[in-house]
Nanobody, 116 residues
Framework: QVQLVESGGGLVQPGGSLRLSCAASGSIFRIYDMDWYRQAPGKQRELVAASTLGGSTNYADSVKGRFTISRDNAKNTVYLQMNSLKPEDTAVYYC??????????WGQGTQVTVSS
């Protein structure tokens, strides 16, 4: 069993910053991919940022230059630094972890609201 605990969401004004964290614990053999997704009301869940064990990263066009994904493999933790936030970034943010054995786990989600 693997548990993912997310934190760092909240209410922020446009132009502000937030840092999300997602810590994985439990029966983890090895984590390969650690990603962040988001889902706004009435919209499909979309990939925001992705990271591989080898250090590669990938971002949605809408967040390039504003968001940065990073990870601490020793702690099985992934972060999402979000700068220059816009109202359209408002969504529930989820972390997703893929293990070496191909299992996929999702976090419970954390709300990010960008509003003045």
């Amino acid at each position: 069993q693997v548990q993912l605990v997310e934190s760092g969401g909240g209410l922020v004004q446009p132009g502000g910053s937030l840092r999300l964290s997602c810590a994985a614990s439990g029966s983890i053999f090895r984590i390969y991919d650690m990603d962040w997704y988001r889902q706004a009301p009435g919209k499909q869940r979309e990939l925001v940022a992705a990271s591989t064990l080898g250090g590669s990263t990938n971002y949605a066009d809408s967040v390039k230059g504003r968001f940065t994904i990073s990870r601490d493999n020793a702690k099985n933790t992934v972060y999402l630094q979000m700068n220059s936030l816009k109202p359209e970034d408002t969504a529930v943010y989820y972390c997703k972890v893929t293990t070496a054995r191909g299992y996929v786990y999702w976090g419970q989600g954390t709300q990010v609201t960008v509003s003045s």
